[in-house]
């Protein structure tokens, strides 16, 4: 397979991602709650803050499940990796960002779903696909990145910086993930122009043992942000933001 079909795939997958029932153009709704119980528009029962978890109370005919479990009264919830709770009219997800908890609300019947035919993005450019090198810091670094929502940050582990060259200047990204898992969250001259105005992201294949890799830009993918108004995306670091005009990739969805 060439490295535009390996391409087609991918942008397939990504097409099936965005527009999946449970995928970033569901959410409808973000609420941050406090100590007092709350009935919000369109989703069953009463939610409220305890401390860092959430507390919501209903009865089993609001017919809300966790797990296929019925909730029935007053049941406290721990926002772990974003717990759902599922009911008649999609999904509220609990959520705790910067130790603040919130529900955020899914609806698979969401216009802009249902509206949704395919992602916009640059034809693929054999240019874009660049051969870089990685270079590992001694020790993994675990640095607190900003957010698109104010007052929320997000931690996250950097591995190092890849290198490469556009035009005969070299550039370096820093570097996310884990040992297995290689990404990189960047802006450039077209984010809020013709891509995505918060940041785009992109995975970068495992280095070789002498930190050989490859940064392909068709790959740089829109983060949920760039769907709804309800999402927590991270923002890139500072060292982060091209001074060039990345003309691959995914682009603003009009």
């Not at 969401?110 to 916009?120: E, I, N, V």
């Not at 090198?133 to 957010?147: D, H, L």
């Not at 200047?169 to 996310?176: D, I, K, M, P």
Request: hydrophobic share 35%; aromatic share 8%; with cysteine.
């Amino acid at each position: 397979m060439n490295h535009r079909e390996d391409w087609l795939e991918w942008t397939a997958r990504r097409d099936r991602q965005i527009g999946a029932p449970d995928g970033p153009l569901s959410l409808t709704a973000l609420h941050w709650l406090d100590d007092t119980d709350t009935a919000y528009p369109g989703i069953p029962g009463t939610w409220r803050a305890a401390d860092d978890r959430v507390v919501v109370t209903a009865t089993a005919t609001d017919g809300m499940s966790i797990d296929d479990r019925p909730i029935d009264g007053e049941t406290t919830l721990d926002p772990v990796e974003d717990l759902r709770v599922r009911f008649a009219g999609g999904i509220i997800e609990i959520i705790r960002r910067s130790g603040s908890p919130a529900i955020r609300v899914r609806d698979p019947q969401a216009p802009a779903r249902l509206a949704f035919d395919t992602l916009p993005r640059y034809d693929f450019d054999p240019g874009w696909r660049l051969p870089a090198r990685f270079e590992s810091y001694p020790q993994a670094q675990t640095r607190e990145v900003g957010s698109v929502v104010e007052g929320v940050s997000h931690e996250t582990k950097t591995l190092g910086e890849v290198v490469f060259e556009v035009d005969g200047r070299s550039h370096r990204l820093v570097v996310f993930g884990e040992s297995d898992h290689f990404w990189v969250l960047f802006r450039d001259r077209t984010s809020g122009v013709t891509t995505a105005g918060a940041a785009r992201s992109m995975a970068l294949p495992a280095p070789e043992s002498d930190g050989a890799t490859v940064v392909d830009f068709n790959r740089a993918g829109n983060l949920p942000c760039a769907y709804n108004d309800f999402s927590t995306c991270p923002v890139p670091l500072p060292e982060n933001r091209l001074d060039i005009a990345v003309t691959a990739g995914e682009r603003l969805l009009v």
